[in-house]
């Protein structure tokens, strides 16, 4: 091979490198989140990438809740109502429910992180995937039992985002 030929080759896989370190992770946005016994929306999760050492990982914080007339009440600006099972009773929006997820290739899920049931202050292990674009299925589970909900992708994500480029889950125990 020519030095030209090696030169080409070379910045060709610097371009690919580069392209695939910055690339986001998967499924990294707003969700919300649906009430298994009444079937209405019950908060906005909002999935987030962070550096963990070397390795970026996706964590998600809650953003806003719903009231049970389906509309939102709380919200960064407006945060009532409070996590009273969960240590330091914090507010329900800010609170960190999923972290340490890392993304497996093959499997096409992330796996190995916790999620934690705000409501009773439960932390148990996670899985999330997609089968269809659009809906998130996030599984909190210890050993092979579990409870596997279905959150829904927000269409309108400028509405309650936040900026969450120096975002580093808080973990309560």
């Known amino acids: 091979m020519d030095h030209s030929m090696n030169k080409f080759l070379m910045g060709i896989m610097c371009v690919f490198l580069s392209g695939a370190a910055s690339a986001a992770l998967p499924f990294a946005d707003l969700y919300q989140t649906i009430d298994d016994k009444t079937g209405n929306p019950k908060s906005i999760v909002q999935l987030y990438e962070y550096q963990d050492g070397d390795d970026m990982k996706l964590a998600g914080r809650i953003v806003a809740l719903y009231g049970a007339d389906g509309q939102v009440t709380d919200t960064p600006r407006n945060a009532v109502r409070v996590a009273e099972n969960v240590p330091g009773a914090p507010k329900y929006v800010g609170l960190d429910i999923i972290w340490d997820m890392e993304w497996d290739r093959d499997e096409n899920r992330y796996e190995d992180g916790k999620i934690m049931d705000p409501q009773s202050g439960k932390v148990y292990s996670s899985l999330l995937w997609q089968d269809v674009p659009g809906h998130l299925n996030v599984r909190g589970k ?14 309108d994500p400028a509405s309650y985002k936040q900026d969450s480029k120096n975002w580093t889950p808080i973990i309560r125990k």
């Open 142 to 155: 210890i050993g092979p039992f579990g409870r596997t909900q279905h959150w829904v992708e927000i269409t």
